[in-house]
């Protein structure tokens, strides 16, 4: 089963991207040059220093530690937590070994890989339907039945945060810590404060499809001057102050590049410009598909202030036609007037531009499948790309199964853009 174009709709000669790296015309370059043409080819320099500075500000917090990448400062981050949760780890031992760690569900792996690595184990909250970000009655829910749990990871999806502040504050009623991943959402806000500045420790992302992008890295952020000071010890191999090489604690190779830090330094000039661009194409949308039965990625309009950075829709329950996905493939019968995620990717993929679908929540994950899951109505083991028998209603299986992300890249024109919507709505026809 394929979308059938037949011709009606152009190919693009150029692919139009989910999102992908914009530069400024030698803006960034300048400081990558900088770096070059003063030798500061290294993980020390003026552009780490000045990152660390303008994220910080940014960010609404006091210190960013500029780091390999996002998935780097969200290990830190574990390692602080359980470090304080529950004391230094021995040698060869996790810092939240044997822990249950509450985790976002619907989010990209990287948010709770690092709870893995630390020997936690994940319990997914289930997603809100009106946020799609980590449900705040389902986390309660967790903490009364497992109310010894100390830690929650909780992901920003797609730049549009939920109640952030409420999930805060459900943390602290229950003596829990909170690692804010704002990968997504960096230059979004809840009530009016920045995203990443929720958690007692956070995260955002330079990745090369994020906001703004070094091509790689990430910030570890954080308002305490000891945890940030450690992070830039640990990140270079954690090295005590003697002459030799001197180690009391294990340390980690992940310290940012200088090189890289002068792309992002050079790209922080530009995070308002790519918010208000993104903003644009998701209202664009928005317009052009309102006659679809489809909503867009839903959002509290008093408290949140998105970045915008991925646009998705999710289809209405009864405009669906069939579709059914294995592992790794997906099948669907073509529908009038009815569509579904895997015809909308291939109609958008026959002209030549990206979608994708919406994350694939991690209680559907083949390695998560013994894991717990909570929902509002109740919790299970999570299971393996099927919905939780028993009639509990499983929102981020729902939201995977009728939702996708469309081509949000901030360099596409409305005359691309008026296409790719054309095609949406021909799924419908
Ligand atoms: C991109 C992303 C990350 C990982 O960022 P890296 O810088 O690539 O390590 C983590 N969490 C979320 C939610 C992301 O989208």
């Known amino acids: 089963m394929t979308f059938i174009n037949n011709g009606r709709f152009e190919k693009f000669p150029n692919k139009v991207w989910l999102a992908s790296p914009t530069m400024h015309d030698g803006a960034e370059m300048k400081y990558v040059k900088e770096a070059?043409?003063?030798?500061?080819?290294?993980?020390?320099?003026?552009?780490?220093?000045?990152?660390?500075?303008?994220?910080?500000?940014?960010s609404g917090v006091k210190y960013a530690v500029a780091l390999s990448c996002c998935t780097a400062a969200l290990h830190l981050?574990?390692?602080?937590?359980?470090?304080?949760?529950?004391?230094?780890?021995?040698?060869?031992?996790?810092a939240v070994e044997g822990k249950?760690?509450?985790?976002?569900?619907?989010?990209?792996?990287?948010?709770?890989?690092?709870?893995?690595?630390?020997?936690?184990?994940?319990?997914?909250?289930?997603?809100?339907?009106?946020?799609?970000?980590?449900?705040?009655?389902?986390?309660?829910?967790?903490?009364?039945?497992?109310?010894?749990?100390?830690?929650?990871?909780?992901?920003?999806?797609?730049?549009?945060?939920?109640?952030i502040k409420k999930i805060k504050e459900i943390c602290e009623k229950h003596g829990a810590l909170l690692?804010?991943?704002?990968?997504?959402?960096?230059?979004?806000?809840?009530?009016?404060?920045?995203?990443g500045s929720y958690g007692d420790y956070a995260a955002v992302s330079y990745n090369g499809n994020k906001i703004i992008t070094g091509s790689s890295g990430g910030c570890l952020l954080t308002n305490d001057l000891e945890v940030a000071n450690k992070a830039r010890k640990w990140s270079t191999q954690a090295r005590e102050a003697a002459a030799w090489y001197q180690h009391e604690e294990v340390g980690y190779n992940y310290r940012m590049s200088n090189v890289i830090a002068g792309v992002i330094r050079g790209q922080y000039?530009?995070?308002?410009?790519?918010?208000?661009?993104?903003?644009?194409?998701?209202?664009?949308y928005k317009k052009g598909l309102k006659d679809l039965p489809i909503q867009m990625n839903p959002f509290d309009e008093k408290r949140c202030e998105p970045n915008y950075w991925l646009s998705a829709l999710i289809i209405d329950k009864d405009a669906m036609c069939k579709q059914v996905r294995s592992g790794t493939e997906a099948i669907y019968?073509?529908?009038?007037?009815?569509?579904?995620?895997?015809?909308?990717?291939?109609?958008?993929s026959s002209i030549n531009a990206e979608g994708r679908p919406i994350w694939k929540p991690m209680h559907m994950q083949p390695?998560?499948?013994?894991?717990?899951f909570v929902t509002v109505s109740g919790s299970g083991r999570a299971k393996t790309n099927a919905y939780i028998e028993g009639g509990i209603e499983d929102v981020g299986a729902d939201i995977f199964q009728r939702g996708v992300c469309l081509p949000s890249d901030n360099k596409m024109t409305a005359e691309q853009q008026d296409r790719i919507i054309e095609v949406i709505k021909a799924c419908f026809e």
């Open 179 to 195: 690692i804010e991943d704002a990968a997504e959402a960096m230059g979004a806000t809840w009530d009016g404060k920045q995203c």
């Open 77 to 94: 981050c574990v390692k602080f937590a359980g470090e304080k949760l529950y004391g230094k780890p021995e040698i060869g031992h996790g």
């Open 100 to 163: 249950r760690v509450f985790c976002s569900d619907m989010t990209f792996d990287a948010t709770l890989n690092p709870v893995v690595y630390e020997g936690g184990i994940p319990v997914f909250i289930d997603t809100e339907r009106d946020s799609w970000n980590m449900d705040p009655v389902a986390l309660e829910k967790a903490f009364e039945m497992y109310p010894e749990v100390k830690l929650v990871v909780s992901a920003e999806l797609y730049g549009f945060s939920g109640d």
């Open 36 to 58: 070059y043409d003063t030798n500061w080819m290294s993980t020390v320099g003026a552009n780490i220093n000045e990152v660390e500075k303008v994220a910080a500000e940014k």
């Open 367 to 372: 390695m998560y499948r013994m894991n717990e």
């Open 333 to 348: 019968i073509p529908e009038k007037e009815k569509s579904c995620p895997t015809e909308i990717l291939e109609a958008i």
């Open 269 to 284: 000039d530009y995070l308002e410009e790519h918010i208000a661009q993104k903003k644009v194409v998701y209202e664009r």
